[in-house]
């Protein structure tokens, strides 16, 4: 049984709560309280957060004994009894207050009420009660059952009532026939690897789990639940007795569980909840009342950094002494199959392990270790005992291992080998190795990124992006991205697009142009690591140019051939191309999973083949427009013939089409929009919405009179049906029609598959355009996790080769119906809309429209002025 906590509670709120005091109602006992919690928030900074959640405990403990007694349960033969955090004492300000009320066999009606006043007082007092009511019996079935139940029942603390019940109950607990210290660890394991995969194994996040994440508060009282079935053990303290933990990994352990704790306990008072999640709206006020201060985003980032690194930490922590436990345990060390790898290491069944405790005196030994992980397939870890002897050669290492020489050799030998990074690379991630290698890197090791749009860390993104490039080289992934996939194993030194994953934000949380502060890095990091001047410039080329090809991609016409030659003159040749295209595609699968999708992957792919393209052709030689007009019509035309459409009404309707028409559309969408024109009535707008994915996104296609509403009446239209939009041609004929194509996808980021939904939507759209006037939208409502962040709105003309077209890009914080405030400043400015690419990075909207005035012209220097003013005014 745990023992009762130590407090720092001032006497007065112990008096008023005295069992033998006057009755005390609800609102007493909640005025009290309320005292009791201002006085904890005042006294946040200046005592030990062990004594706070003590102390909270204890006076929570006083409230339930004064209540107990109030209801006269006093009188009957129960107990009550504290479980889970509360029998730990460890009492964060709005924690669940989880009670066990230990009965005999059967409780009578009288009883059963008494127990039912009871806890509906405790909920009426505010406090979050977790309650079970059991007999001695049933708390050991269910705990049989269940190793949650067993674990709350390992920490349980008497608060009031009878002892005899829970002594009957203690010595029960410790009996083999419960849970044997097996089972209970082999059971707390697969609890944690499941809580892990929730996660998917990553702690780096943006709006991180306190208690759940990995290397959050679960992974340290893991520790202690095994420690305590195996040895009895009431602390942490009590391993060190027992050898299974050093001394200073005992402190090193609580000053991690201290600073988590200070954190949730601090969460507790700003979300003014029960709340595990650093959600972004908490962060700046969690880490003011941590003393971080309040100026900006600084205080949040150094907040966050050493969260990160405090979580690797314990992550580290947990794992070697889980395996220490294992050995203890289950698996006893003359029971293991040893294998000698050399005279410095062996394999301990699965596990590399060192020969010699003072092997790591020689640095060089550290990046070794993960060289033989790299060359044996058989290794699927690393051995406790030696991840003990690497914590600590890490922390005596007085320069970064790049100094040495036989280091920077065997770095660049697990980088070029086949599987230098899996397992090796993982496993130098996991363990600082890498911060220890490479001081750039240790920069930015829990560098948060204070936006939606990186999901990790910068080094945690870095890794992501490395991995995903390895992945690329192997054969069993070939499905999920063939073109990269069939890139990389082609390519002769792949270790160049490697080392630009590792460099391509190393540049970053300095100050200045990250790519370019990179490049620098690369290049002097290829060259002393003896790459040739060719492969170092490639890295850093590739390292400076890194967002180069999703810019073009996601703001650019890629169908427009000057913007495929600027983008073919930067990138220069074939191998330049590869490389980036792939370094691209793991960049942006690596800066956040959930906003990768085959709309981007579908126009980095097209970007590559015009390009490539181009190369072939000679970018100083283009495609002659009305070659590539021809070419068009004349495929166009061949698939027309096969559905016995008079080819003289084609002809006649091509000619009411400017020649633009025919540059930017494929001949396949030339053909089936032409189709349904010439099959229906011109009085009415015609609306298509493709069943087959366009470019991983569903194509809106509107053929209608032309309006100057159309593109603010659609895009209000896709607005209310919670559709984001990313991609619009505007096109008029020369006869007062207009031919539009809108690219969508909906909220799951996914093309729309409802043919039931598309064809009731495609109708709706007609009765929309057929309006006069555009409905109003209703008030937008701010996302939640939108409203800490500031996006500068900027509007800015972007330089373009053509004479009768402005591009203007206009970025701001992202939110429901921006498009469409945006779409009524082009109309009431009588601005014609060409064509739009619509980005969101996390917050941040950047929108490019391509425009020109009514009478087609590219705007004038003042016309620009007043467009960017009425902008401003409007979406401010």
């Keep these: 049984m745990t023992s009762n906590p130590v407090h720092i509670v001032p006497p ?78 460890e009492l964060h300000p709005q924690s669940d207050v989880d009670i066990l009320l230990l009965t005999q ?130 602390s942490l303290e009590e391993l060190v007795e027992h050898n299974y933990l050093y001394p200073n990994e005992f402190f090193e352990l609580l000053e991690s569980q201290d600073y988590l704790w200070r954190m949730r306990f601090a969460l507790h008072f700003v979300a003014g909840r029960s709340e595990n999640r650093l959600l972004f709206d908490y962060q700046a006020d969690v880490a003011k009342m941590m003393g971080f201060g309040d100026e900006g985003k600084a205080p949040v980032e150094r907040m966050m950094k050493r969260f990160f690194r405090i979580i690797a930490r314990v992550t580290e922590l947990n794992t070697m002494l889980l395996q220490h436990f294992e050995q203890a345990i289950i698996k006893k060390p003359e029971q293991s199959n040893v294998s000698i790898i050399n005279q410095d290491f062996e394999l301990v069944d699965t596990l590399i392990n060192t020969r010699n405790d003072r092997i790591f005196m020689r640095p060089v030994k550290m990046i070794e270790l993960f060289l033989i992980i790299a060359q044996e397939p058989g290794i699927k870890g690393i051995h406790s005992h030696t991840i003990r002897l690497m914590r600590n050669a890490r922390r005596r290492l007085i320069s970064g291992l790049i100094d040495y020489a036989e280091c920077r050799r065997m770095f660049m030998a697990i980088i070029r080998h086949p599987r230098g990074l899996g397992l090796a690379l993982t496993l130098m991630h996991r363990h600082s190795i890498l911060s220890s290698y490479l001081p750039l890197w240790r920069n930015i090791a829990g560098q948060m990124q204070f936006d939606l749009f990186h999901a990790y860390s910068v080094d945690e993104h870095s890794y992501r992006v490395i991995k995903n490039l390895h992945q690329f080289s192997q054969k069993e992934h070939n499905h999920k991205f063939p073109l990269c996939s069939k890139i990389v194993q082609k390519i002769r030194k792949p270790e160049v697009l490697y080392l630009g994953g590792f460099f391509h934000d190393i540049g970053k949380g300095r100050g200045g142009d990250h790519a370019k502060l990179g ?145 930017r559309y494929s001949p396949e969408q030339i053909a089936r929009q032409c189709k349904y024109i010439l099959e229906h009535d011109r009085e009415k707008p015609l609306v298509l919405i493709s069943p087959v994915p366009y470019r991983g996104g569903t194509e809106v296609f ?62 709706d759209l007609v009765d929309r355009l057929e309006q006069v ?104």
């Design 12 to 89: 007065q709120f112990i008096e008023q709560l005295a069992v033998s005091a006057d009755f005390l109602s609800t609102r007493d006992i909640c005025q009290l309280s309320q005292s009791f919690n201002t006085w904890l928030k005042d006294v946040f900074i200046e005592h030990d957060i062990s004594d706070l959640l003590s102390s909270r405990a204890v006076f929570v403990d006083a409230i339930l004994k004064k209540l107990w007694c109030q209801h006269h349960l006093d009188e009957y033969q129960i107990s009550l009894v504290a479980v889970g955090g509360y029998g730990r004492a």
């Design 519 to 663: 490049a620098v890095d690369a290049l002097n990091f290829c060259l002393s690591h003896q790459m040739s001047r060719h492969d170092s410039k490639m890295v850093a080329w590739l390292v400076e140019h890194h967002l180069l090809m999703s810019v073009t991609a996601q703001r650019r016409d890629i169908n427009d051939e000057n913007v495929i030659r600027t983008f073919g003159e930067i990138v220069r040749d074939e191998a330049h191309l590869n490389y980036l295209y792939c370094l691209t595609v793991a960049d942006m699968r690596g800066t956040n999973e959930s906003l990768w999708n085959n709309w981007k992957a579908n126009l980095l792919e097209e970007l590559y083949f015009n390009t490539l393209s181009a190369f072939r052709h000679g970018l100083e030689k283009p495609v002659e427009t009305r070659s590539k007009i021809r070419e068009n019509q004349q495929q166009a035309l061949a698939l027309l013939n096969k559905t016995n459409i008079d080819e003289q009404k084609i002809k006649a309707l091509w000619r009411e089409f400017r020649v633009d028409y025919f540059l």
């Design 702 to 763: 509107i053929f209608t009179k032309e309006k100057s509403d159309t593109f603010a009446n659609t895009v209000s239209f896709l607005v209310t049906k919670k559709l984001s939009i990313h991609d619009a041609k505007l096109i008029s004929t020369k006869t007062g029609y207009s031919v539009n194509t809108f690219v969508v996808l909906d909220s799951r980021n996914k093309p729309l598959r409802e043919r039931f939904y598309t064809k009731e939507m495609s109708q």
């Design 773 to 876: 006037n555009i409905c109003e939208l209703p008030e937008p409502k701010i996302a939640r996790h939108m409203k800490k962040f500031k996006v500068p709105l900027r509007v800015n003309f972007i330089k373009i080769h053509s004479k009768n077209r402005t591009m203007i890009e206009i970025v701001a914080l992202d939110r429901p119906g921006l498009l469409s405030n945006i779409a009524q400043v082009f109309q009431q400015e009588k601005i014609k809309i060409h064509s739009a690419k619509i980005t969101t990075f996390g917050e941040k909207a950047d929108d490019v429209f391509t425009i020109s005035s009514a009478e087609n012209d590219a705007l004038t220097l003042l016309e620009r002025e007043a467009l960017a003013l009425r902008l401003k005014e409007e979406i401010d």
């Design 105 to 234: 066999e059967d409780v009578n009606l009288e009883l059963e009420e008494k127990i039912s006043s009871f806890i509906t007082q405790l909920w009426d007092i505010k406090l979050d009660i977790g309650h079970s009511v059991r007999s001695i019996k049933e708390c050991l079935k269910q705990a049989v059952k269940e190793v949650t139940v067993a674990t709350n029942l390992m920490e349980m603390r008497q608060i009031a009532g009878s002892e005899t019940l829970t002594q009957q109950l203690m010595p029960l607990l410790h009996e083999d026939v419960f849970w044997t210290s097996e089972k209970f660890f082999i059971a707390k394991c697969k609890e944690q690897e499941a809580r892990h995969q929730q996660y998917r194994g990553a702690a780096y996040t943006l709006e991180p789990n306190l208690k759940a994440n990995p290397g959050g508060l679960r992974d340290i009282q893991t520790i202690s639940w095994v420690a305590k079935r195996h040895f009895s053990a009431d």
